[in-house]
């Protein structure tokens, strides 16, 4: 007959045998695009009560549509296009991007406006840093394979140990993704602040995915973009 001490035991090992299960398996590749979904939805509600709920901070957004009101009024002159903030610093990309921006901001007056816009830009530049977090974390996991993959006589409990070392690397990108969807600096540059940082560093990181898939012309087109808009995006090159 059973003792009172293993019928307790028994059911909390077979929970923890549950958990232990579904940890190893969720590390499967094939919930990566699932977990990545989740990271963006959360992404995309958190954005939208940031515009809703947390006051606007006016930095340079005005300097810039004043700068784009020279260049609109046909000035060409660099040392003549000004704002508040002092003299245009930024190339001839950034005066076309932020024209069209300022079109669709009512002249640049609607502020909640470009916070959506620039909320799509962070949702961009985010789901491209997770897509190249995904690729090099199973870049990381396969290398361990590869390097220390299963002997073929290997007890269970050995193979178990090796699964949760290579589930354990690829939760760890994982953490990191999430971490970087917490940033509270980056979701004010791009929400609370409309730094022309936003669009030039998606521009990048696009360049970046795209070079990590051996796309080199499309890749050097994106970059140069990104340059055109900020030229301290050269200081990757």
């Known amino acids: 007959m059973p003792t009172m001490h293993s019928q307790n035991a028994n059911p909390e090992k077979s929970f923890l045998d549950v958990v232990a299960n579904t940890y190893l398996n969720l590390a499967q ?3 990566d695009a699932p977990f990545l979904a989740m990271l963006l939805t959360f992404e995309m509600l958190l954005s939208k009560a940031i515009i809703n709920f947390v006051p606007y901070t006016e930095i340079d957004w005005i300097a810039y549509m004043e700068e784009v009101g020279f260049y609109e009024a046909g000035e060409r002159n660099y040392l003549n296009i000004r704002g508040g903030t002092g003299p245009l610093v930024y190339p001839a990309g950034f005066l076309y991007m932020f024209s069209y921006l300022k ?4 002249n640049g007056t609607n502020i909640h406006k470009a916070q959506e816009i620039f909320a799509v830009f962070y949702l961009c530049i985010t789901a ?22 299963i002997p073929e006589d290997a ?7 090796i699964q949760f070392k290579f589930a354990n690397t690829l939760w760890s990108w994982r953490l990191s993704m ?6 509270k600096r980056v979701h004010s540059i791009f929400m609370l602040r409309l730094f022309n940082d936003g669009p030039t560093m998606a521009l990048l990181y696009l360049a970046v995915l795209v070079f990590m898939h051996n796309q080199w012309r ?11 808009i900020k030229m301290n995006i050269l200081l990757f090159a």
Do not use: D
Request: proline fraction near 2%; charge should be positive.
């Open 103 to 106: 079109v669709i901001t009512e």
């Open 218 to 228: 499309i890749g050097c087109v994106l970059f140069s973009l990104a340059v055109s």
């Open 155 to 161: 007890t269970p409990q050995k193979i178990r140990k």
């Open 29 to 31: 590749s094939k919930y």
């Open 128 to 149: 491209v840093v997770l897509l190249i977090y995904r690729i090099v974390a199973r870049q990381h996991v396969n290398r361990l394979a590869a390097q220390q993959g």
């Open 178 to 183: 999430v971490l970087l969807c917490l940033s």
